[in-house]
């Protein structure tokens, strides 16, 4: 079975700073997708990044960059120029090419004034 | 941009009532699944369906949980008899025809059994 560990459970950080989430999973599988999902206060949850575990790259999306390391199943998040709207719930999950989504237990990010 | 949608955003129910949540997922979309996710803790999967079938479901999707499409644009989960265990927010998810994609949520809908 696939586990996602989040071993931050809240991290805060000061507006325009960078901040990087961690992400830890367990599989036995080689062909699958880390994502980060963001949930605000309104509890919406809203695709951050995606990386497929084939590619060496690691995804950019704006601010937002993951630092995957496929051998060592980590997939962490940076967060740069935070923002007051980064404040959210962050939840690191695992798909494969089965149908269901794993996710961790979240982080609670919270962008200080 | 398509997004998935739910109704209703709040449901209250005493236990035992019977409940059907409601998703209308991307239209173009072929998966669809319910994740389930406690006040203060992880979401987690319900169920998945494809094909007019379930194709997987957790533990946690007992007898008392079902899912249907019972036309080309709802997919709907009903809970027969409301437990208090069952407050929750519910949240549907779409994905499109490749294996590759990323689930697409809807706004979820907070269950309350009281």
């Known amino acids: 079975a696939q586990t996602v560990t989040q071993s931050q459970p809240e991290m805060s950080v000061q507006e325009a700073e960078t901040v990087t989430l961690s992400c830890t999973y367990d599989?036995?599988?080689?062909?699958?997708?880390l994502f980060w999902y963001k949930q605000p206060p309104s509890r919406q949850m809203i695709l951050v990044i995606r990386?497929?575990?084939?590619?060496?790259q690691n995804a950019t999306e704006n601010r937002f960059s993951v630092n995957f390391q496929k051998a060592a199943k980590s997939f962490s998040l940076k967060i740069s120029d935070s923002q007051l709207g980064d404040t959210a719930m962050y939840f690191c999950?695992?798909?494969?090419?089965?149908?269901?989504?794993?996710f961790g237990t979240g982080t609670s990010l919270t962008v200080i004034p | 941009e398509p997004e998935v949608t739910q109704t209703p955003s709040h449901q209250v129910t005493q236990m035992g009532q019977e409940v059907i949540l409601r998703c209308v997922p991307i239209?173009?979309?072929?998966?669809f699944y319910w994740y389930r996710q406690i006040l203060g803790q992880k979401v987690e999967f319900l169920v998945s369906?494809?094909?007019?079938?379930?194709?997987?479901k957790s533990e946690i999707f007992d007898d008392q949980f079902s899912v249907e499409r019972p036309d080309g644009s709802n997919f709907t989960l009903k809970i027969r008899s409301t437990k208090l265990e069952d407050s929750a927010m519910y949240f549907c998810?779409?994905?499109?025809?490749?294996?590759?994609?990323?689930?697409?949520f809807g706004p979820g809908t907070r269950l309350t059994v009281t």
């Open positions: 998810a779409s994905r499109g025809a490749s294996g590759r994609e990323e689930q697409y």
């Open positions: 369906f494809y094909n007019n079938e379930i194709s997987e």
């Open positions: 599989t036995s599988e080689s062909n699958y997708y």
């Open positions: 990386q497929e575990a084939y590619k060496q």
């Open positions: 239209s173009n979309h072929l998966y």
């Open positions: 999950a695992f798909g494969n090419t089965g149908n269901q989504f794993y």
